[in-house]
C-alpha cells in the first residue's frame, strides 16, 4: 500500500511563527487531503488538493504530484492553530492513509 | 458543524455491556466509514458502505458491528468490548467511494472499564 510520511513529527512555535509541514507519499494519489484534529479530537478537513496550491486565510497548501509531496504553511499562527495535522492520501478506490501526523503547539 | 454528526460524543461502558455509536451526514454522500483512533496510533479504517452495502471490513473484531439503513445513516453496534477497545471512534462521509475529499465527525471518545 501506498506509504505516506510526515515531518515533522512534533513543532514548537511561538506565537506569530510561520511554519510549513511537508507529506510525502510514495506512490500516485487523486485524493490528498490535510487535516487539522483539535485538543478535543475534532477532525478537520483544511484542503482537498490532489494537485496545485490553494490558499484559504492564513493557511496554504501545495501538492507537486509529479514528485510525491505536498506541503502545508501557516502563517501568523495562532493559539488555535495547536493539534496535529495530518495528511492523508488515496489512489482510486484504494483506502485513504494517513500519516502519523505533526504535533503543533502554539506557545503565546 | 461539519455535515457530519455523531453521537454521544463521550461513552463509558462496561466490558458486558450494548451500545451504539451513530452517525449521520446531511451532505448527500454516497459512502461512509468508520475509523479507530487509539493513543499513539495512526487512524484505522475499519468499516466502509458505499451507496448502503458494506465493501470493506479490516478485519474487525466480531464485537463491534456496523449498521448502514440507507445512505444517510451508519450505526456502530459494541457488545462484549475490551479495555484495549478504548479509543476515538470517528465517522466520515465522501461523494463516493473512489471520489472527493472526505468530511469527518468530531468523533466519540469510548472508554471500555
Known amino acids: 500500500g501506498i506509504q505516506v510520511e510526515q515531518s515533522p513529527p512534533d513543532l514548537i512555535l511561538q506565537e506569530g511563527a510561520n511554519s510549513t509541514l511537508r507529506c510525502n507519499f510514495s506512490d500516485s494519489v487523486n485524493n490528498l487531503q490535510w487535516f487539522h484534529q483539535n485538543p478535543w479530537g475534532q477532525l478537520i478537513n483544511l484542503f482537498y488538493?490532489?494537485?496545485g496550491t490553494k490558499q484559504n486565510g492564513r493557511l496554504s497548501a501545495t501538492t507537486v504530484a509529479t514528485e510525491r509531496y505536498s506541503l502545508l504553511y501557516i502563517s501568523s499562527s495562532q493559539t488555535t492553530d495547536s493539534g496535529v495535522y495530518f495528511c492523508a492520501v488515496r489512489f482510486g478506490n484504494e483506502k485513504l492513509t494517513f500519516g502519523t501526523g505533526t504535533r503543533l503547539t502554539i506557545i503565546p | 458543524e461539519t455535515g457530519v454528526t455523531q453521537t454521544p460524543r463521550h461513552l463509558v461502558m462496561g466490558m458486558t455491556n450494548k451500545k451504539s455509536l451513530k452517525c449521520e451526514q446531511h451532505?448527500?454522500?454516497?459512502?461512509m466509514y468508520w475509523y479507530k483512533q487509539s493513543a499513539k496510533k495512526p487512524l484505522e479504517l475499519m468499516f466502509v458502505?458505499?451507496?448502503?452495502?458494506?465493501?470493506e471490513n479490516n478485519s474487525v473484531p466480531s464485537r463491534f458491528s456496523p449498521e448502514c439503513p440507507n445512505s444517510s445513516h451508519l450505526f456502530l453496534h459494541l457488545h462484549t468490548l475490551q479495555p484495549e477497545d478504548s479509543a476515538l471512534y470517528l465517522c466520515?462521509?465522501?461523494?463516493?467511494?473512489?471520489?472527493?475529499?472526505?468530511?469527518f465527525g468530531s468523533g466519540t471518545r469510548l472508554t471500555v472499564v
Open positions: 488538493i490532489p494537485s
Open positions: 458502505y458505499s451507496l448502503e452495502e458494506r465493501v
Open positions: 466520515a462521509s465522501s461523494p463516493g467511494q473512489g471520489a472527493g475529499g472526505y468530511t
Open positions: 451532505l448527500g454522500h454516497n459512502a
